[in-house]
Structure formats: structure tokens, C-alpha cells
């Protein structure tokens, strides 16, 4: 679960972003070198998302949740 405040604001930005653009799909590789993040940091904070309901992932991909989980 995601405790420090950075992550939370990492939380925030990462949400945003996928909003913002809803058919955008990443893999874990492709958003850790887009929101230049380390690679374990952007895993806890992906699954976050997830746990919380703003992600979905199928284990390769994740995308928006609620969006065309088919391209995921």
C-alpha cells in the first residue's frame, strides 16, 4: 500500500495522466521510463491505482479502468 506522501502525490500525477489520455496503454517498462520513475516505485504505485479502482491490468498492461480492455 502506498504510505508516503511522494507516492501519494505520484498516485495523483500518474491517475492524471491516464485521464487525461484515456486509451493509454503501458507496460510496466514503457510508464516507469515515461514518468521517469524507477521501476519498483512505479510498480507499487500502478498497483495502487489499481487497488483502488482508477487502473486495470490484465498482467502486461495497464490502462484506464473502465476503458477498452481489450487493447490492454
Known amino acids: 500500500m502506498i504510505k508516503s506522501h511522494d ?3 505520484l498516485c495523483v500525477r500518474i491517475e492524471s ?3 487525461e489520455m484515456p ?3 503501458l507496460t510496466l517498462p514503457e510508464a516507469a521510463r ?9 510498480e507499487r504505485v500502478l498497483r495502487a491505482l489499481v487497488h ?16 477498452d480492455r481489450r487493447r490492454a
Not at 34 to 42: E, I, K, N, V
Not at 54 to 66: K, P, S
Request: include cysteine.
Open 23 to 25: 486509451g493509454l496503454t
Open 34 to 42: 515515461l514518468f521517469s520513475l524507477d521501476a519498483s516505485l512505479c
Open 17 to 19: 495522466e491516464f485521464r
Open 52 to 67: 483502488a479502482g482508477h487502473l486495470w491490468t490484465d498482467g502486461r498492461a495497464f490502462v484506464r479502468a473502465g476503458g
Open 7 to 9: 507516492e501519494r502525490d
